[in-house]
């Protein structure tokens, strides 16, 4: 026996209007020792179809007042519901989709608190509750298999929740599959805040913290292979290098690099070399001195040949053309005509140059420099167009010494590591992520087999700082190479293991493309116009009913929507305690203006 609560009084289409009996004003009914709730907007209801049950979701309700009746001086108004197929029990179990459509006269039922949590639950493969159904308060087992193996959306305004359920979505996925993972997937979370140092997701046997800092000295390196850092389009990332021009001259400094390599000393030959062309010329360039005594000024433990440099200048007369250096008061000697006093002056002073433990990034301004000098005199490279990147090498130099390591091991790489960005400039904030998208992506893509049997999970958290398409603080052509990279992992990533996961309080200014490629969302409150009407261009499966809700969702609430979840559902995510959650809470005034 089930409780009876109306009859279908019209069926228009796919929405279907039903005549409400008098018990169905209730909030809450017991019948068998069972409970049903009553009915509201959202709440799922059954309709007896012959052998079926087509089950309905609530979306409206109102007092039809053209059906009324007199009964002395009181007036009895007919309450009809306006609900909306989405599925059907068949053999007690429940499909999605529209097959069956109810008829007038078929009779509606609750549902058991069962049945509505097998509605939720018909594909989850193990218990993976990170929440309870807001309305019903009913935990439900979320199929973790399908949700990973997708990209993930989880947008909200500050304060509504956002970090708590990305945190709990993972805390509790390691929870139960840590050991099982073990070295078939790798987890790299991109923490702009720091929110995720501490003890939160993993334990510190499965987890990394490297803590990236160029406000002073002491953060952690994130370490770059060689032959990845030595590459065109690496150096292009780290430092906005043009693509017709500055380019083309780093493909120029790499292939010199690669052509010598193996022979010991190359570098210094390299150097040795380009000083005597150039201060030995007949034909002397001042363009290419000044490069050079720019050059000197970038090297090590080079002063007294910065000395000697400055003391270089042109000189010209009836036989003779050439740079010369002054000796002593109206003395001189000629460079050119004097190969013993050049040796004596550059040649021995370049020798003792220590070039042995060069990092990377010394060693790319003393190449780009070298190169420029060599286009310089050969005429195949215009200085004006260089110029830029050589700036940029030489103001970014510093800071990216202090977070990236150059190196021929990259060491071990456990489960989960977590890259805080929260102590670095904003300009390294914007194009190390980049990097390091790259860097795991390329990486995985060519270790990977086909099919995949092992996978990787880019989460970025903030995801607005790196994909918005409203930064004026970059050129167009870099804003479009930084947002396809992205597009081409997210469209193309999951065919390789790829999976990434972005969180946002602002969707809008994240690329339409991107979020239109992710698979599942978590949408927590938003207010902004501009956010709900993305979110309701791109998600196909999100319905008016929940759409509306978005704005008025309590804290720590969201909307769950996606391929992996047919039917939207509004959960409450449960908090995690203090130690194990986000280090996002918000400052409470009343203890920090206490008396």
């Known amino acids: 026996m089930t409780i009876t609560i109306g009859e279908v009084i019209a069926v228009i289409g796919v929405e279907v209007s039903i005549r409400a009996f008098e018990n169905s004003n209730l909030e809450t009914h017991f019948h068998s020792g069972k409970r049903y709730k009553g009915i509201s907007i959202r709440e799922f209801i059954a309709i007896e179809h012959g052998f079926r049950e087509v089950i309905c979701t609530i979306e409206g309700e109102y007092l039809d007042e053209r059906n009324t009746e007199q009964d002395g001086a009181n007036k009895n108004y007919i309450r009809k519901l306006k609900a909306r197929p989405i599925g059907y029990f068949e053999d007690d179990t429940f499909k999605d989709g529209i097959k069956f459509l109810p008829k007038i006269g078929d009779t509606a039922r609750l549902l058991s608190e069962g049945q509505v949590s097998s509605i939720f639950e018909r594909r ?29 959306g989880i947008f909200g305004n500050t304060g509504s929740g956002k970090s708590n359920t990305l945190t709990k979505l993972y805390t509790v996925l390691f929870d139960n599959k840590i050991k099982a993972i073990g070295n078939r997937s790798k987890f790299v979370f991109l923490d702009f805040n720091g929110e995720y140092t501490g003890g939160q997701l993993a334990d510190p046997e499965h987890k990394c913290v490297i803590r990236l800092k160029t406000r002073g000295d002491g953060g952690d390196k994130f370490t770059l292979l060689k032959n990845e850092f030595w590459d065109a389009e690496t150096l292009g990332i780290l430092f906005q290098a043009t693509a017709n021009t ?31 062309r150039v201060l030995t010329s007949q034909a002397p360039n001042t363009e290419a001195l000044e490069l050079l005594k720019l050059l000197a000024r970038s090297m090590p433990n080079c002063d007294d040949l910065i000395k000697s440099l400055d003391q270089v200048n042109l000189r010209s007369g009836p036989n003779v053309n050439s740079f010369h250096v002054v000796l002593q008061a109206n003395n001189w000697g000629y460079l050119a005509n004097d190969a013993n006093y050049y040796e004596n002056e550059f040649g021995s002073k370049i020798d003792d140059l220590n070039l042995e433990n060069v ?14 000098i060599r286009d310089v005199l050969s005429g195949s490279a215009q200085y004006e167009h260089i110029q830029p990147l050589l700036r940029r090498i030489d103001a970014f130099k510093e800071d990216f010494s202090k977070v990236i390591l150059v190196s021929d091991d990259a060491g071990e790489q456990p489960v989960v590591t977590v890259i805080s960005l929260r102590e670095c400039k904003q300009d390294i904030k914007k194009i190390l992520p980049i990097l390091m998208a790259k860097h795991y992506y390329e990486q995985h893509k060519d270790e990977v087999a086909s099919p995949p049997m092992t ?41 390789f293991g790829i999976f990434i996961t972005l969180a946002s309080q602002r969707p809008a200014d994240i690329s339409p493309t991107i979020v ?48 992996t979840f047919e039917i939207p559902m509004l959960m409450q995510i449960d908090k995690l305690p203090n130690e194990r959650g986000p280090d996002s809470s918000d400052v409470n005034l009343g203890d920090i203006w206490q008396e």
Do not use: M
Not at 359 to 372: A, C, H, K, P, V
């Open 455 to 495: 996978t990787l999970h880019l989460v970025i958290d903030e995801a607005h700082n790196i994909l918005s398409q409203q930064s004026n603080r970059e050129t167009e052509s870099w804003k479009d190479y930084r947002l396809e990279l992205f597009e081409e992992i997210i469209k193309e990533g999951r065919k």
């Open 359 to 372: 990092s990377g990034f010394d060693e790319l301004q003393i190449r780009t420099n070298l190169q420029i």
């Open 516 to 563: 239109s490629q992710l698979h599942n969302y978590f949408i927590h409150r938003l207010v902004n116009d501009r956010d709900l009407a993305l979110l309701e261009n791109t998600i196909s499966t999100l319905d008016s009913v929940s759409r509306s809700q978005i704005p008025t969702l309590p804290q720590g609430a969201c909307v769950v929507t996606g391929t």
């Open 124 to 152: 989850a493969a193990e218990k993976y509750i990170i929440g309870k159904l807001l309305k019903e308060d009913l935990p439900v087992s979320l199929p973790w298999d399908r949700i990973f193996n997708s990209h993930l």
């Open 246 to 276: 500055q380019r083309p001259f780093l493909r120029r400094v790499i292939a010199g690099r690669k052509k010598f390599i193996d022979v010991q000393g190359s570098l210094g030959r390299y150097i040795s070399a380009t000083f005597k």
